[in-house]
C-alpha cells in the first residue's frame, strides 16, 4: 500500500495571481480527488506586513520574505512562482536545482534565452514544470480541443482569429505601474495578453511558421503615481496586432490591446475549419459556440453549448447544469492536473517548452515590429 | 392553352398599412412568378387629398373616397381591406357578395359574431379569402412550422410562450389615437398584437381549450391630440397577460403590452417539445433558434439558423446567404401566395374560418378580464 | 475593545445545497472582511458514510447523523438548514428555542401556517433568521435593486416578467426522486424555482395583491429509480404558470418549468418602468440588461452591463473587471452578509418573515391552480 | 418654376447586382422624395434571352445587348455599371465621354491605374460619379458616421478592426466561377470584400498610411462547372489578412475570407475610441452598438441600439420603430442620394475618387503579399 503524500507548497508573489493561485491550493482538495494532500505551507513577498495580511487572507500557514528561503526550505515540494515577469527565470532556476515541482506564471519569462534555461534546468532536474496558462482549462477550451482533435471541425484548419481586448489604461491619467515598464513586465499587451491567445493558437491548431506584427503605444507619457503631475515614459506597447501562419497551412489574425473601450477582459477567438467552425468569448466563458455544417441543410446554423453538462471537461466535480463558474475555477483545475502530474510523475501540458515555444512566437513578432519584416519563428 | 390573367386591385385604406400592402402588390411581381398579372388599379381612403398622394406615392392608377364605388367596379378582382378594425366586416361583406377575393387585415373584425358573418358570406360567394397575418411568412416562422410538422420538436409539445412587446404610448403625454379607442380599435394591444401571438400559437401548436386573462389601462387619460391640455379617457388596454391550456395538452403563456421601454417590435416566442425547442424574436427576424435533443451529448445547444438559405421557406426569391430581408417582405410573400389561390382556387391559410378561430380565443380572453374566470373557447 | 467572535457552525444536509453552503462558509473569511471568525464545526446527515465523506470533501470538523444533536450543541452558534423542503420547519422551531442564529434554504417550509410557526419563534427567541434566497445577491440583481431604488426606471414599475426554465425530467424515462413527490418536496417546479422569481417579484417590485396560476404535471408515473420498469406516481407540478397584481399597480407574468428543452438554469427577468426597462437571465449571471429612455434620442437602446466593476456590488472583493464570478459566489454574498447581521444584531434581507410572504403568494397560486379563481393574497 | 426632370436610367449588368440595382431604381421613388422621376429605359446584357427575361421581372422598358448602345443613346441621362470588375472602366470612360451620370459598382475597377484614367474622365466631363459602396447607407453605419462625426467616440481613434467572412467556397467541390479568376475578378476576398471594409474604414476613421497584407488560396484547383472532373486553377485569393496605420495614429486590422464556415454574410466592425466604442455586423445590420465611458460608472456597457427611430438616417422613410429593413434598402438610399446629386449637381460619396483611394489601399495590399513588405499606400 502507498502511503498518501501530502504536497507542501510555497507560493512566491502576493498579488492579484497570488490571490487566484492562493485560492486554487485551497480549493482545488475540496472540488477534485486529488491523488495527494496539499499543504499551503508559506506564502512569500518583500513587503512584510503586506504578505503577513496576504497569508491570513489567503490562508497560508507561514510568510516569507526572500524567496530563497522557500526554495531552500527542504519541506518545500512545489515552487509556485506569481511574481512579476523578469524574476521568473531567476526564481525556477534555482526551485529546479532544489528539486521542487514548479508552476510558473505566465509569460514563462522574458525571452526565449531565458525560457531556454529554465527548459534546461528542469529537464536536467527531472522535476515537474508546468506554465499557468489557465485559460487551456476553461472548460469550453478543453471542449474545443476536444471537439478539433476528434475532427469536428474536418481535416484541415483555415483560419485562427484572436482578439484579446481590455480597456483598463484608456484613461491618460492612468499611472505608469510595473506593467507598463520594459524592465519589470518585459512587454506590454504583448506579452500580457497576447500570450494567452499565442499559447492557444499553439495549443488548438499548431505551431507557427512566421509571424508579422505591429506594436503600438498610443499615450506615451503617464503620471508616476494616480494624480501626481510626474510624468515618467511607457516603455511597452499598449496594442500588438499580429499575423501568422501556422506549419499546416492555417492563417492566424491576433490582437491584443489595452485601449478598447468597453471591453473588460474579452479574449475572443474563432477557429475556421473544414467542416465547421468553433467561436469563444471569455465574458461568458461557460459557453462555446460551433457550427457543423454536416447538419441537415435547413437547420445549419452556430451552436451556443452552455458547457456546464457533467460530459463536459471539468464540470462535473462544481455544480448541475446551467450552473456557472467563474474565472477562479481556471486556476483550481490547472493545480488539481499539476498535483496530479507531481504524484504520477509525467508531464502535463502547458509545459516549459510549450513556455519556450509561446515565447519564441513572441520574440519573433516582436522582432517583425522592429524590423517591419516577417519573421521565421525559431526551434 | 390558358391565357393568362391579370388581377385588378382595389385597395381600402391607405395608412401604415396601406403603404405596406401597396409594396406587396407591387414587388411581388419582380421577385415571384406569380401565376397572374397583377394591376394595381385603384386606392380608396376618405380624405382625397392624402388619397391622392398615396395613390401617387404607391403607384396606384386611381383613387376613390368610397369603398363601395371600389366594390362595385366589375373590373376589380381583389378587394384589399386595410382599414381600421371596425370596418372590416361591412366591407368584406360587400365584397363577398360582389364575388371579389378577399384580403383582410387582421384582426378579422371586432368580434366573433362579425366573424362568423364574414366567414358565412365568404362560403356562400366561394370567393378566395385570406386574413392578412403576415408573421406566418416570416421565412423563420414557416420554417419553424416546418420544423414542428416533422417531428423536429418531437411528438409532444409542452409550452407555447409568446410576447409582443411595444413601448410607443409609454409617456402619458402620447395623445390618444384611434388605435386607443374601443369604438374604432376594438381593443388595444389584446386586438393589434395580442392577436399575431394567438394566431401563430394556433398556427404552429393547434387550438385552444380555454383560457384566462387580465387586461390593464396603466394611462386611463390621454391629450385629445400631441400637446392638447384636453383629454380623452382611453377605452382600450395597454397590456394584456393570458395563460391558456391548448387541446393537445400544452399550455400557453402570452402577453402583450405597449409598456416595455425598450421593446420596439419585439415579438418572442418559444415553444418547448419533447425532443427539442424553438425560438424566435421579431426584431431579428432572419434568425431561428433550434435545440435538438438527439445530437450529441457533450455538443447540445440552441443554435441560431440565419435564415437566409436557398433551402428555406421564400429565401430563393431574394438575395444569396447572409443577406437580409426585412418587415415588408412578409407582405409580399403573403400577396404571393394569396395571387396563387386566386388563380388554382385552392384555400390559403390564414382563412377567415383562422380569423374566425383567433376572435374566439381573444373574445374569451376578454371575458376572462371581465370575469376573473377560465373561459372555454367556443367553437 | 472588543474581543473577536468565532462563530461555530453546525450545517445540516450535505446534499447539493449542502456543497454549496459549505464552500461558502470555507470561501467568505478568505474574500470577505468578515466581523467574526468561522468555524465549520459540524455536518449533520442521516447516512453517516455519507456525512463523513462530505465533512472530509467540504472541510467540516465533526459528522452528526441527527439534527437534534447539533441543535443542543452549546457551542452551535448558528444552525444552516440545507435539508429537504419537509424538514425545514421542525428543524428551525428547535434552533430558535436553542437560540441559534438560523439560515435556512427556500422555500422557507410546506406552506404558510408551518412559516408562521417559524417567523414566531425566531421572534421570540430573538436570532437573526435568514432564508437563503441567493439569487438576491447575484451582483446584477443587486445592482438591479439599486437601480430601481434610485429611480433609474422612473416613478412607476408597469410589468414584472420571469421565467424560470430547467429541462432535467423532460425525459419520461428520468425517475421519481424526492423533488417529484409532494410529500418530501411540497410541490414541484413551484416550490423550486417559481419560489425564486416569486421572492425577486417582493424583493424588486412590491408585494402581490392577487394571483392566478395553473399548474401542469405533463408525465405522471415515472421509474421509481433510473431503468426499472416499476414506476411511481408524480405528485408534483412539471410546470406552473402564473399572473399577478401587484399592490402598486404592476403586473406579474410567471412561468416555472422542467420542460424546457435547452433551458438548463435559465432564469429570465425583466421589469419595466416609466422611464426604463432591466433584463437578467441567469444562465448570463454576469450581466444586467438596461434601457434608460433619458439618454440622447438617436442612442437608446439595451446596454449590456458586464457587472464586474468594482463599484459593482459585491465585486471588489473578488477579481479585476471583465472577470465573471459563478453560481456559487451568490452563497457566499449570502453567508456574508449573515455572519455581518449576527455580530451586529442587526435584520438581514430576506427574513423568515419574507419566507412567510413568499410562501403565502405561493398558497394563493396552489389554491387558484386548485379552484381555477383568482386568489388574494393574505397577510 | 423649375420643370421636373425625368432621368433614363440604362443599367449595364443583370446578375445578382443587376437584380439589386433594379430594385433599388424602383423602389427609390415610393419611399423617398426623389427631386427628378426615374425610368427605367433599359437593362443591357450579352446574353439576349436572359436580359429579355430580367427586363421584364425587374422592370425594364427596353434591353440591349451592347453596352455601347446604351451609352450612346442620347435619351439616357444615367449608366449604372453592374458587370463584371474588369469591365468597369472601359464602360465608364465611355460613359463619361458621352456625359452620363455614373453610377458604378465596386470595386471601382482592377487597380489604381484604371481607376485613375475613370476619375480624371469623370472630372474632365464634369458628369456626377459615385461607386456603389452600399454599406456606408445601412442606417446603423450613417449612424455610426454621424456619432463619429460628432465626438461620440472622443477626440481620437485607437483601433479599426473589421472582418468580412463568408462560406460559400469552403467545399472544394463549389466550382471556379468567374469570381474566383484573376482575369475577369481581379481579385477574390480582396476586392469582393475586403474592399468593403477598406471603404467603410476609410469613410469613418481616415486615409491610411501603410499596410502590410498576406493573401491566401486554401484550395488551389477546382472544377470547371459543378461536378465535372476536368479542373481549372483558381487563380484569386480565397482569404486576406491586412494591418495597416493610418494618418492619424489608429491601426487597422482588416479580414476578408470565404473560408470561415458558418458566416454567410458577416461583416463585423468595431472602432475603439479615447471615449468610446462602436461595434456592428452586417447580419444584424439593423443594430449598432455603442460604449460611452461617459455614462455614470455603474450603468457603463454596450448597448444595442435597434437602428430603427425616425431620428435615424434613412428610417423615417420606411416603417415604424421595430420594423427592420433588409439587404437591398441598402441600394435604394444609395439611388436616392445619387438622384438627389444629379439634380443638384452636387458631389456625393462615395466618389470615383474614393473608389481611386479605395484601390490604391488594395493595390499596396497586394504589394505587400507579393513582397512581405509594409507598403506605403500611395496618392
Known amino acids: 500500500m502507498t502511503t498518501r503524500r501530502t504536497l507542501a507548497v510555497g507560493l512566491i508573489g502576493y498579488g492579484f495571481m497570488g490571490k487566484a493561485h492562493s485560492n486554487a491550493w485551497r480549493q482545488a482538495p475540496h472540488f477534485f480527488a486529488l491523488p495527494a494532500d496539499v499543504r499551503m505551507k508559506v506564502i512569500c513577498g ?3 506586513a503586506a504578505t503577513a495580511e496576504a497569508a491570513r487572507q489567503y490562508g497560508w500557514e507561514n510568510v516569507a520574505s526572500d524567496w530563497r528561503e522557500v526554495v531552500a526550505d527542504p519541506e518545500i515540494d512545489v515552487v509556485d512562482i506569481a511574481t512579476p515577469n523578469h524574476t521568473h527565470s531567476e526564481i525556477a532556476l534555482a526551485a529546479a536545482a532544489a528539486r521542487k515541482a514548479i508552476l510558473c506564471e505566465k509569460p514563462l519569462a522574458l525571452d526565449a534565452a531565458e525560457c531556454e534555461q529554465m527548459l534546461a534546468a528542469v529537464r536536467k532536474s527531472r522535476v515537474v514544470h508546468m506554465v499557468c496558462h489557465n485559460y487551456r482549462r476553461i472548460p469550453a477550451i478543453s471542449l474545443a480541443k476536444r471537439m478539433i482533435d476528434r475532427g469536428d471541425l474536418g481535416n484541415r484548419i483555415y483560419h485562427y482569429r484572436a482578439r484579446y481586448a481590455q480597456d483598463w489604461i ?13 524592465k519589470s513586465a518585459g512587454s506590454g499587451a504583448h506579452g500580457d495578453i497576447n500570450s494567452h491567445i499565442v499559447d492557444l493558437a499553439r495549443y488548438l491548431v499548431g505551431e507557427f511558421n512566421d509571424v508579422s506584427a505591429i506594436m503600438n503605444t498610443f499615450v506615451s507619457k503617464r503620471p508616476v503615481i494616480s494624480g501626481s503631475p510626474k510624468k ?3 516603455t511597452v506597447d499598449d496594442a500588438v496586432c499580429m499575423m501568422g501562419k ?3 497551412g492555417a492563417i492566424a489574425n491576433l490582437e491584443a490591446t489595452r485601449f478598447a473601450h468597453g471591453r473588460k477582459n ?3 477567438i474563432e477557429i475556421n475549419g473544414s467542416a465547421g467552425s468553433i467561436a469563444f468569448n471569455l465574458e461568458e466563458m461557460n459557453k462555446l459556440h460551433l457550427y457543423d455544417v454536416r447538419q441537415q441543410e435547413d ?3 452556430f451552436r451556443e453549448i452552455l458547457v456546464t ?3 463536459h471537461p471539468f464540470v462535473k466535480n462544481w455544480w448541475p447544469p446551467g450552473h456557472i463558474v467563474g474565472y477562479e475555477h481556471t486556476f483550481v483545475h490547472t493545480v488539481a492536473d499539476f498535483v496530479g502530474a507531481i504524484v504520477s510523475g509525467k508531464s502535463v501540458q502547458p509545459t516549459f517548452e510549450d513556455g519556450l515555444k509561446n515565447q519564441r512566437v513572441l520574440d519573433a513578432a ?3 515590429a522592429e524590423t517591419g519584416k516577417w519573421i521565421k519563428v525559431s526551434g
Not at 484608456?170 to 520594459?182: G, N, Y
Request: glycine residues 2%; without cysteine.
Open 366 to 368: 516582436r522582432e517583425s
Open 46 to 48: 518583500r513587503n512584510s
Open 232 to 234: 515618467r515614459k511607457v
Open 266 to 268: 474579452s479574449m475572443t
Open 309 to 311: 453538462e457533467p460530459v
Open 246 to 248: 501556422f506549419r499546416n
Open 299 to 301: 437547420q445549419r446554423g
Open 170 to 182: 484608456v484613461d491618460p491619467a492612468s499611472p505608469s505601474v510595473w506593467r507598463l515598464q520594459s
